[in-house]
């Protein structure tokens, strides 16, 4: 009852608590959730001080910055920067940065490397306004108190970036008009990346436009990656991938 839509609804399944982001409580900001009983959730906290928060991933941190590990640490796209925060107490989340980059229009979605030192950042809406190749920004997370974003990996494609998720060694896009596309970022500590794999839904298009894959989920065991189309169509693709 504290709130009616929402953009997003993050969980990490390592603690009972869900951040539902850009709701219309706390600026749009993280409104959090104690789970811990489904049939009675709770609010648990928030985060406000840096406004709308449009998609996010927490984690229970343990990568190289140790004045963090084994914190509850909040990387949120927040349209014009990329906020990270310190959520380990829900009623008393801290901010411990929050940056923007060269021509910024729409910090969108991000994630993780599994060692959690890099984070992959798309901005939604680059492409359109800017008529720009689609660009994939590489951060270094080594320090969260002072992250930088130290690469830039340009597609060949002028499609809008929407939604990546990491597994392994692969990051998986999905970029609206170029449709799912594989990169590895086995080499992602030298700011490079290169594409290995693709299944574009639209061939026929190649513009910034709204049209064609929405998000992927790249976790299944079994290797096969579902692609979710904005024409309601569900697409079902095994890379082959090393």
Known sequence: GNFGNAHNIVINEDVALAYAVGSNTFNGGLHIIDISNPLNPVIAGDFAADGYTHDAQVVTYNGPDAAHVGKQIAFNSNENTLTIVDVDDPTDAQELSALGYSNVAYAHQGWLTEDQRYFLLGDELDEKNLGVNT???????????????????EHDTRAIDHNMYV????????????????????????????????LDTN????????????????YFDSGTVAVSGTDGVLYLTRPNLK
């Open 135 to 153: 660009k994939t920004f590489i951060w270094d997370f080594s320090d969260l108190e002072n992250p930088k974003n130290f690469a830039i990996y």
């Open 203 to 218: 061939p026929n298009e190649d513009t910034a436009k709204f049209n064609g894959v929405w998000s992927v989920f790249p």
């Open 167 to 198: 597994k392994g060694n692969y990051v998986y896009q999905a970029n609206y008009n170029a449709g799912l596309r594989v990169l590895d970022i086995s080499d992602i500590a030298n700011g490079k990346l290169s594409e290995v794999g693709f």
